[in-house]
């Protein structure tokens, strides 16, 4: 395998999930680019190595960051184009402006001509239009010479505590085509085994761990960090907390009386971890998820262990905006399997 530092360039990088997965798979990531401050502020403070730059990248022309940044010969390009246009929530519309986006993922390729690039977005985006959106990504990739692959990979397949699925295209420059990594682990990783260390109420940044690790994942997203960070709580009213209270670990609304089905108006409300199985999905802050034993919803910390986020990455911001942070960020380990197979093929 060749010992070469390959370069990345990470568009709508956010704090910098996919980021850290190929820096722990040994690639340089030599400048990324967001649009969301809070999230770069974020960025800096865990790659103090990598550029970064707060631009629209739909105005933005990569031949100007190219010589502005000084970013040469770069050997992938990495990033996942706001879904807002092609998720289920919205119109699902080929032409939504916000696909636009995407478009300037696709220059980015083309002035740069890495050796190849990962593109992540929603499953959805396969089936969306009949297809229609992931024969345009195909189509516009191949058009610049790529090789393209894509497979819906779930993140508790590679070590992550969470079932979230994201939709991977991979391409080639050289015609190779990418061989998607297979299952890391047999056994899941469970919340449990993810979120036991951690206390029921806040610990104040910087403070020390009031318990060792109790499983192998802790001792691993332990393992740089000797002070706890981003471990404040949220306090529920009294009656949001009874209402939790009533349901078990890994149960929903369903367990509630039937006269409170109503009270949120999401059909994924009140729902539990279940502390014997990895996580659902963490979104982006709606505060319907609860932890598996506590009556509240998860810290920033919390929900950074459930992404596989170590826990000497720091969030930076306000509380919402953190757990924004997080929660739209591609789970570090998912992005570490994906980048050590492209390694391979390097």
Known sequence: MSKKKYNVLDLFCGCGGLSLGFEM??????????NWEDALVTYRKNHKATKTLNADLLKLNPQIVEQECDVHDIDIIIGGPPCQGFSVAGKRIIDDDRNKLYKSFVRFVEHFKPKAFVMENVPNILSIGDGAVKEAVLKDFTGLGYNVTYKVLTASDYGTPQNRRRAIFVGFHDGKAFEFPGKLIDKPVTTYEALSDLPENSVEDGKSYPTEPQ??????????????????????????????????????YKNLPKEMWGVRKVHIAWTRMNSQKPCFTIDTGHRHHFHYKYNRIPTVRESARIQSFPDDFVFIGSRTSQNKQVGNAVP??????????????L
């Open 332 to 345: 570090p380990l998912m992005a570490k399997a994906i980048a050590e197979q492209i390694k391979k093929s």
């Open 25 to 34: 798979a040994g690639f340089n990531v030599k400048l990324a680019i967001d």
């Open 215 to 252: 499983s192998d994942y802790q001792q691993f997203i332990r393992k740089n960090a000797c002070k706890l960070y981003n471990h404040q709580i949220t306090i529920h009213t009294p009656e949001t907390q009874q209402i939790i209270a009533m349901v078990p670990d890994g149960g929903n």
